[in-house]
C-alpha cells in the first residue's frame, strides 16, 4: 500500500507546477494525516465512517494552516471543490 501511494505521489508532484509543488505536498501530508486520524478514531473510539466529515476536518485544518502563516496551501483549492 505504502508504494502505490508513494508512486502515486511521486507521479502527481511531477506534474505540478513548481510554485504549487510545496503546497500539493502539505495538502497530501494534510489529508494523509486526516485519513489516519480518523482511522483511528473509527477503530478505537467506535466512530461510524463518514467522509463528509473528513473533508470538513481537512479544509478546517488547512485554514487554520493559513491562518498560522502557511502560504503554500493558499493557492490551492479546499477539499471537495471539485477537483
Given amino acids: 500500500m505504502d508504494t502505490i501511494f508513494d508512486a502515486w505521489w511521486g507521479n502527481t508532484s511531477s506534474v505540478v507546477p513548481e510554485l504549487q509543488k510545496k503546497g500539493l505536498n502539505s495538502l497530501v501530508m494534510l489529508g494523509a494525516w486526516t485519513l489516519w486520524t ?10 461510524s465512517p463518514n467522509l463528509n ?6 479544509n478546517e485544518e488547512k485554514r487554520l494552516s493559513e491562518m498560522a502563516g502557511t502560504r503554500s496551501l493558499s493557492s490551492l483549492p479546499s477539499a471537495g471543490d471539485g477537483v
Avoid at 480518523?38 to 466512530?47: C, Q, S, T
Avoid at 466529515?53 to 481537512?58: F, G, L
Fill in 38 to 47: 480518523h482511522r483511528n478514531g473509527i477503530v478505537f473510539d467506535g466512530l
Fill in 53 to 58: 466529515r473528513a473533508i470538513t476536518i481537512t
